[in-house]
């Protein structure tokens, strides 16, 4: 009975413990949601501007023969995943990875050759390996991830940039066959969305209907060709945005979770363990009593 009691004390502590953890943990989450949700609105409106002007020029007839309008069949596919920097935020990274995982399987299904350029230290964990391992963790794969960005909540602009330069280089280059996204996308705090956006080549349906009458100079193809690498840097910039306030908003939602577990865990705890001192105190009260009846 003594032991009983000692080891729902040192339960008790332990959970108590974790209690103040979690509490932390999601007041942190908390400071940041106002700060992401901003970030995640300036994205998206940057993007949307963006991609309204790019859908209007791919409209007109003289840029459908740019290269970033063409299909590429035989290059490489590049994905780009976003996941999170840590975990305990619930769901996040595992619904990130699954749908990373079956777009990789639909393109081994196809044949083709892919490269992941993941973002975040648990998607660098995930898909990035050393030269000559091509993705162990997924299923199968053909090439290798060079490259990598330890943080979501880090990686700046520039980089975003620079890697979207790089990426347009190989497109047009015939390196490249295509370029996806993995995100995942705001709806909510309660609810939030693993998705996939396939970035290059641009989409002539799409294209047609968000025609428009405008005239550019020198021609539009040309402005086109020049925009690309800042639409495709605004479309993934705001995609790590949006993903990492859904990362946020997941780990303040798993927190309080786990705030109200754990209390519920302490109260049945400290109901037994009530239980437990009090039979030890009847029996050693019935021991008394019996031993002065003799």
Same mark, same amino acid.
């Given at each position: 009975? @003594?032991?009983?009691?000692?080891n729902?004390?040192?339960r008790?502590?332990s959970?108590?413990?974790t ?6 943990m999601?007041l ?11 970030a995640m +609105? ?10 309204d002007?790019? +859908? ?13 309008m ?7 596919e590049?994905?780009i995943?976003?996941?999170?920097d ?5 769901g996040?990274? %595992?619904?990130?990875?699954?749908v990373?995982d ?5 393109? !081994? ?8 350029i ?13 030269? @000559? /391992?091509? !993705?162990?963790n997924?299923?199968? @794969? ?8 330890a943080?979501?909540?880090?990686? %700046? ?7 979207s330069?790089r990426i347009?280089e190989?497109? %047009?280059?015939?390196?490249c /066959?295509?370029l ?5 996308s705001f709806?909510?705090?309660?609810k +939030?969305e ?13 294209a047609?209907?968000? @025609?428009?009458?405008v005239?550019?100079?020198p ?5 086109? !060709?020049?925009?690309?690498s ?9 995609a790590v945005?949006e ?16 705030e109200?577990?754990?209390k ?7 109901l ?6 009090q039979?030890?105190? %009847? ?8 031993g002065?009846?003799?």
């Amino acid at each position: 009975m @003594g032991g009983d009691i000692k080891n729902l004390r040192a339960r008790i502590k332990s959970v108590d413990s974790t209690l103040h953890l979690t509490s932390a943990m999601g007041l942190v989450a908390s400071s940041k949601i106002r700060r992401a949700g901003t970030a995640m +609105q300036n994205g998206r409106q940057y993007a949307a501007a963006l991609e309204d002007t790019v +859908q209007t020029l791919a409209s007109s007839p003289e840029c459908r023969r740019t290269p970033y309008m063409t299909p590429r069949d035989g290059a490489p596919e590049t994905v780009i995943v976003i996941a999170g920097d840590r975990g305990l935020a619930g769901g996040y990274n %595992t619904n990130a990875f699954r749908v990373c995982d079956a777009l990789l399987a639909e393109i !081994n299904a196809r044949g083709a050759e892919y490269r992941v350029i993941p973002i975040g230290k648990r998607a660098c964990d995930r898909y990035s390996g050393s030269a @000559g /391992s091509a !993705n162990e963790n997924s299923d199968g @794969g053909n090439d290798a991830a060079r490259e990598s960005f330890a943080s979501s909540e880090r990686i %700046t602009y520039a980089e975003v940039r620079a890697l979207s330069e790089r990426i347009c280089e190989e497109f %047009t280059s015939g390196e490249c /066959s295509r370029l996806w996204v993995v995100s995942t996308s705001f709806v909510s705090m309660m609810k +939030q969305e693993a998705c996939t956006e396939l970035l290059l080549p641009l989409s002539p349906d799409r294209a047609e209907r968000r @025609g428009g009458c405008v005239l550019y100079e020198p021609d539009g193809a040309a402005v086109l !060709n020049t925009l690309v690498s800042e639409y495709v840097a605004g479309k993934i910039y705001a995609a790590v945005k949006e993903s990492f306030a859904s990362e946020v908003a997941a780990r303040r939602m798993a927190m309080d979770s786990a705030e109200k577990n754990a209390k519920q865990m302490i109260s049945d705890l400290q109901l037994s363990y009530n239980r437990a001192r009090q039979s030890a105190i %009847t029996q050693e009260i019935t021991e008394i009593v019996a031993g002065s009846g003799d």
